[in-house]
Every structure is written in C-alpha cells, then in structure tokens.
C-alpha cells in the first residue's frame, strides 16, 4: 500500500511539475501514467546514487529519458558525513531500469574534472547525445563562525566549498561544451534555499549555495545564445543522507520545526521526489524559454525570502 501511494505520488509530482494532466484518479489509487516527455533524450545526473539524486534519476527515467549517473561512492577523507555506496547506486539502477529506459553509472569525484569528461564521452557515445545534466552532488557540514571546533571549522571550508562550488564547475565544464556544440541542451543546477537566504549555522555551505546561484547567472548569459538553458532548483529541507545518520526524533523535531517556522505549507521535511518534478519540468519542452532563473521548492519558504 505504501508502494502504491509512492508510485502515484511520484507519478502526480512529475507529471505535474510538467504542466501535464493527469485523470482518471479514484481515491488516490491510480494515475494515468505520465506522457514520455522526455523520450528518446539522455540526461547526466551527478550525486544520483541517493537522495534528491537518485529521485531525479527516476523522474527523468519516467520521463522516458536514459540516465547516466555519477556519484563518489566512496567516503570523503576527514569529512565525517558518509557518501553514497555501490548499493545505493544499485537502487538507483533498479528504479531507473524498471522505467524501461536506459542506465550507465560512473564512480567518481565532481571534483575530478577528467574523470567527469571520460564518463560524460562514454555515456554520450554509449546512451545518445546528453542534452540535459543536473548537477545535484553536495555535501554540507554545520560549523558556525563561532565554533569552537577548528578542525571542524576548515574541514567544512576546505571540503564544502571544493565540492559544491569547484566541483559543479567542474561538471559544468565537462558536459556544457557537447551541448554548446549541438546548440541546444538543458543544465539544471541543484542549489538551495540556503542559496538564497542566510543561515547562523553552517556559512561555508550558504556561501557555496550562493555561489552555484552566480554560477547558474553567469553559465545562462555565456552559452544562451547557443541554445542552452541554465536554471536552479532550490530545494528546502528534505529528508535525506545529507546530513548523516538521525533517529527518529531528531526527524520528528526537524518535522515539527519546519513546519511551524520555516513552511507556509503545512508540512515538514520534503521528500526527494518532492523536489524531481521541477527538473523534469525544466528539461522539458514547456520550459525551453526559462534560463537564467530558479525555481525554489520550498514548500512557502520562499515566500518570505523572494520578491
Ligand atoms: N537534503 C536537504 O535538506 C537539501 C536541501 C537543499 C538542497 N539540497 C541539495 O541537494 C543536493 C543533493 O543532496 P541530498 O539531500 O540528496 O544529499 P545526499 O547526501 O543524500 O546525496 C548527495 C549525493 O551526492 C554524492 N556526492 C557528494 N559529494 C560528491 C562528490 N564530491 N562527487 C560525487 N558525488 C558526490 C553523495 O555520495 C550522494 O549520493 C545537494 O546539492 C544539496 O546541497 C539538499
């Protein structure tokens, strides 16, 4: 039953986020399976092995696109979060396959800009032309500028910074120029509602957010002319490995705070399917317009942030 309710929700949220009707509901049960929207296009996804990653993955599979997936798959040394694994990256295989489409994965660092190239030219050779990436993978580490902890402290500036900024850059630049060339593609970036606020707790995390959001500017106006689009996703608090392992009070607590502070929606955490329809939306043909811009999926948060 949970299964059920899951499929249709993830159903509702792509095909709604794409503008697409949906009838036939009786009592939640079933849902007219969503237009391919995007058949027959191949999207590069980094982070994809879990999360908000892994459910793009599957929204963009549902869409009817093939899927390369890219993830680190390996601890990051001194940063004290854990990655993705192997298995994770399996889940993500598994649901993207059972969409019908095709799937490649690739183990490495964003930060690794020839390790990006070489799997971004063996999907591109393997799956089709890529003519969309979202660039998802991040990582966050809370360390105020008060803190006490100084290892703590440079981690989150030496690692944050590196693999949120420097690393999307380094994704960016990797699959960008393909797209450029075939003049015409869709680059979605994942940032954050921290990207477009402040926050006492984690700066190095909010400085980067903002960061990709200049990247997402300066990207749109260098490459718009060539047929490509360059937008942000900016997603609120999601239930996810983002911040490591948590018991189910801290969950019930982020639930109720979120709710009663942060929210204008009368719920906590999202979930990472919450945040896939936008992409799907952005990669879509009702979106070819839209660059240069964000959509924040904040559940209200946004509306007292933004104009
Ligand atoms: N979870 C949230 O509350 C939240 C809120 C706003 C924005 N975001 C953003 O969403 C994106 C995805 O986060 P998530 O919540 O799914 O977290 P997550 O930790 O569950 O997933 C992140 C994925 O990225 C991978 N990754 C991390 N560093 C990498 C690197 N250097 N190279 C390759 N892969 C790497 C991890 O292995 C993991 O699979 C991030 O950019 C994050 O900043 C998350």
Redesign the pocket.
Known sequence: MTNDIDTTRRTLLTAGAAGLAVAGMTGGAQAQTANRLLEGQTVFI??A?????RAIAIAMADAGADVAAY??LTD?PDFPIP??TPE?MAETQAGVEAAGVQFRSYA????DLDAQQAAHADADAALGPIGIVVA?????LNAGFLIEKPDTWSTAWETVTD?NIK?TAATLRATVPAMTARGSGRVII?G??FGRQGNASNPAYIASKWATQGMMKALAIEVGKQGVTVNTVN????Q???GGPRTQEQIDGSNAWLAANYHQLDVGLLQ?EDIAGSTVFLASPGAAMITGTSIDVSAGAAARYTA
């Open positions: 980094t982070g092995a879990r999360g908000i990653g993830d680190i990051i990655m993705a994770d490495g660092d964003i930060r998802n993978a991040g990582v966050n693999v690393g994942v954050s509602t997603p609120t608090a999601v996810t490995g983002f990472p």
